[in-house]
Nanobody, 122 residues
């Protein structure tokens, strides 16, 4: 499956932004979808994951309560709604896909999009 993330941009602290990730080349509903991010000078970190039909989600502590992951299997898209953005949310955000739900290290994911940059100014 090929993934393409988009929707990043420059926003101010407290603003909202929605990222999208479009999938092609596979049966989208067969994949668990995740979002990761990598801030400048830091390692890539897990943000959120959603199960095949969207019934289960899980978030990192740093975004819980502010970010919401969702998916549309007909449109073959996964979304990351980001509210109450903070400067520390500044990063390149990546969508990723895997077949099984367990494990959220980046090595658990087989397919990656190219990333979209989010910059949050204070």
């Amino acid at each position: 499956v090929q993934l393409q993330a988009f929707g990043g941009g420059l926003v101010q602290a407290g603003d909202s932004l929605r990222l999208s990730c479009a999938a092609s080349g596979g049966t989208f509903s067969n994949y668990v979808m995740g979002w990761f991010r990598q801030a400048p000078g830091k390692e890539r970190e897990f943000v959120a994951v959603i199960s095949w039909r969207g019934s289960s989600t899980y978030y990192s502590d740093s975004v819980k309560g502010r970010f919401t992951i969702s998916r549309d299997n007909i449109k073959k898209k996964v979304y990351l709604q980001m509210n109450s953005l903070k400067p520390e949310d500044t990063a390149v955000y990546y969508c990723a896909a895997k077949k099984s739900y367990g494990g959220n290290a980046d090595y658990d994911y087989s397919y990656w999009g190219q990333g979209t940059k989010v910059t949050v100014s204070s």
